[in-house]
């Protein structure tokens, strides 16, 4: 059964408090999903999961909100493999499947180099 701790009120979600009780069927990307409320939006790969809690990074609903416009202006413009930089970090995002792929926190993408990616947006 999952079922989540420490759930903040103030909108915010750190995927560091959500975790998973009891080891039955589903996973923690489904309790994220279920978290955000972006069945019908963005979702995040397994390993985007994985960096972004590695990463501490703070998806809040209005950072969500933004990534789905983003998605939605690139997707509209051709695009297909997007970074989306916003003030706290970086996300890789597959347009057709709006499916994130990795991110990095604001202090990795100074001195990174993105490459396969054929359109970027600033949120």
Not at 5 to 29: D, E, K, P, W, Y
Not at 42 to 58: D, L, N, P, T, Y
Request: glycine letters at 4%; proline letters at 1%; charged letters at 20%.
């Amino acid at each position: 059964m999952l079922e989540k701790v420490n759930q903040v009120s103030t909108g915010t979600t750190n995927i560091r408090q959500l975790q998973l009780q009891h080891s039955a069927a589903g996973s923690f990307r489904q309790l994220l999903q279920e978290e955000v409320g972006q069945q019908e939006g963005v979702h995040f790969s397994k390993h985007a999961v994985q960096r972004v809690e590695q990463r501490g990074i703070q998806v809040t609903e209005t950072l969500l909100d933004s990534i789905n416009q983003a998605v939605d202006k690139a997707r509209e413009k051709g695009a297909k493999d997007v970074v989306i930089i916003s003030s706290q970090a970086a996300f890789i995002v597959n347009v057709p499947n709006k499916t994130v792929i990795t991110s990095l926190s604001d202090s990795e993408m100074r001195d990174n180099i993105f490459t396969n990616i054929d359109s970027a947006v600033l949120v």
